[in-house]
């Protein structure tokens, strides 16, 4: 058991889950602590039936604490975690900025939990749509080995924080009043209105035409499943959906997997509902995986324009195993091989 735990961006969309996580899966601790910025110091949050005050993010913050599990912007990552790590014991970061750094590794537990075990204080949990994706092609991995992936992604509006879904709201109603137009709508997120819309564009323009957030697809998932050959091309689109990450996902591996295998091995899967009858219209959606853990899969079928290739779609909560569970996932596994 830790003797303290401090949970970073406490008042944040996942910080309020990770706190809902730790209590719902009965995390083991003996002090727990609440920190974020200035602005909400002073607050209260209620954890397992009594209030805790919300504490300044501050480096003295972290001379009592063993665990830390942080969700934060990058740049506050990037600010606050060095001289964390110079006061307790394990980090457990959600922010991008640490990732992709060698000594750090970057964990999906039921992926490559193993991985904990390098750790030098500091764990980094993915970006929530690599998250689902790797789950999902982990089994295939295994026995098949993945040569190139194609993925198109739908993500939801909160993967943007609470704007996201305020500008959702916000515009959706704009278009519904004014009867399909959009009139004076002002976006805190978004570069257009959201409702009604998909914006082919995550993240900052980076090189040869790819965004950030389309990047992190290729790079993280080498960095996840060890294999700096696996090939990916990425397009992400946010669409006007409030909550959980839809994929469309095209595999092709070294040798092929039929549609039964691709059925069994996803079936067998950690982390993994399989919903694959289209005949019966059973598929998942946002609608059916909302505030769930699982990674829903379905829609498998082969690709028609090349051999060994599959195709397949796939739903998650990307606040919930996207983000804030699989972080405490991973302490929770910080804690075993301690």
């Not at 789950?135 to 704007?163: E, N």
């Amino acid at each position: 058991m830790y003797d303290s735990i401090a949970v970073v961006g406490a008042t944040g969309a996942v910080g309020t889950l990770i706190i809902r996580m730790l209590q719902e899966r009965k995390f083991p601790y003996r002090k727990m602590k609440f920190l974020a910025s200035r602005r909400s110091a002073g607050t209260s949050i209620k954890f397992n039936g009594a209030p805790i005050v919300v504490e300044e993010l501050r480096p003295d913050a972290f001379n009592d604490v063993d665990l830390v599990i942080s969700s934060t912007p990058d740049d506050v990552a990037r600010d606050f975690i060095p001289e964390a790590r110079k006061r307790v014991k394990v980090i457990v970061d959600e922010s991008g900025y640490w990732r992709m750094y060698p000594d750090v590794p970057l964990v999906i537990p039921e992926v490559n939990a193993q991985d904990i075990r390098k750790h030098k204080g500091l764990v980094s949990s993915p970006n929530c749509s690599t998250t689902q994706m790797v789950v999902a092609l982990k089994p295939i991995h295994d026995f098949a080995r993945i040569r190139r992936v194609v993925v198109s992604t739908y993500q939801a509006t909160s993967g943007a924080g609470l704007a996201g879904n305020r500008d959702l709201v916000n515009s959706s109603q704009a278009w519904l009043n004014a009867h399909g137009h959009y009139v004076d709508v002002q976006s805190e997120t978004f570069p257009y209105p959201i409702g009604f819309n998909c914006i082919p564009q995550i993240g900052s323009e980076k090189e040869r035409g790819y965004t950030s957030e389309e990047l992190k697809l290729l790079h993280e998932t080498r960095k996840i499943l060890g294999d700096s050959s696996i090939q990916v091309c990425p397009t992400a689109v946010r669409v006007p959906v409030a909550n959980c990450h839809s994929e469309s996902v095209v595999v092709e591996t070294e040798s092929k997997v039929t549609v039964e295998k691709a059925r069994e091995l996803f079936a067998k899967a950690p982390g993994v509902t399989l919903m694959d009858d289209m005949s019966r219209k059973i598929y998942p959606t946002p609608f059916h995986c909302h505030d769930t853990d699982d990674v829903y899969v379905g829609r498998i079928r082969e690709d028609i324009s090349a051999s060994n290739s599959l195709a397949f779609w796939c739903v998650s909560d990307n606040l919930r195993k996207g983000a804030a569970t699989n972080a405490v996932q991973i302490a929770e596994w910080i804690q075993r091989y301690m």
